[in-house]
């Protein structure tokens, strides 16, 4: 399984940036899409997760913030973050696994991208 990750960039406090991950090679029929992120001297953390069924899971830290949502047919998984604050700076991962564990990693890592929180 491949992930390929974009979308991140330099934002103002307040402002939206959507990030986007493509699955290729995957052909597990139950699965669950996620973003992670590491900041500088942090443990990576979960931020939002969703099964193919739809179901979904995001940390109280981006509750109300973020959505994650997925194209099922294009294995594609998106997160819009809006109200960005700086405490959202971090590298963001997609991860990919079998299953409908919403909250737990998969084996899958996307490459990363740097998400940057700053006036």
């Known amino acids: 399984v491949q992930l390929q990750a974009c979308g991140g960039g330099l934002v103002q406090p307040g402002g939206s940036l959507r990030l986007s991950c493509a699955a290729s090679?995957?052909?597990?029929?139950?699965?669950?899409l996620g973003w992670y992120r590491q900041a500088p001297g942090k443990q990576r953390e979960l931020v939002a997760s969703?099964?193919?069924?739809?179901?979904?899971h995001y940390a109280d830290s981006v509750k109300g913030r973020f959505t994650i949502f997925r194209d099922n047919a294009k294995n594609t998984v998106l997160l819009q973050m809006n109200s960005l604050k700086p405490e959202d700076t971090a590298v963001y991962y997609c991860?990919?696994?079998?299953?409908?564990?919403?909250?737990?990693?998969?084996?899958?890592w996307g490459q990363g991208t740097l998400v940057t929180v700053s006036s």
């Open positions: 969703i099964t193919n069924g739809g179901n979904t």
């Open positions: 090679g995957s052909s597990f029929s139950f699965n669950t």
């Open positions: 991860n990919y696994k079998s299953g409908s564990d919403l909250y737990s990693m998969g084996p899958y």
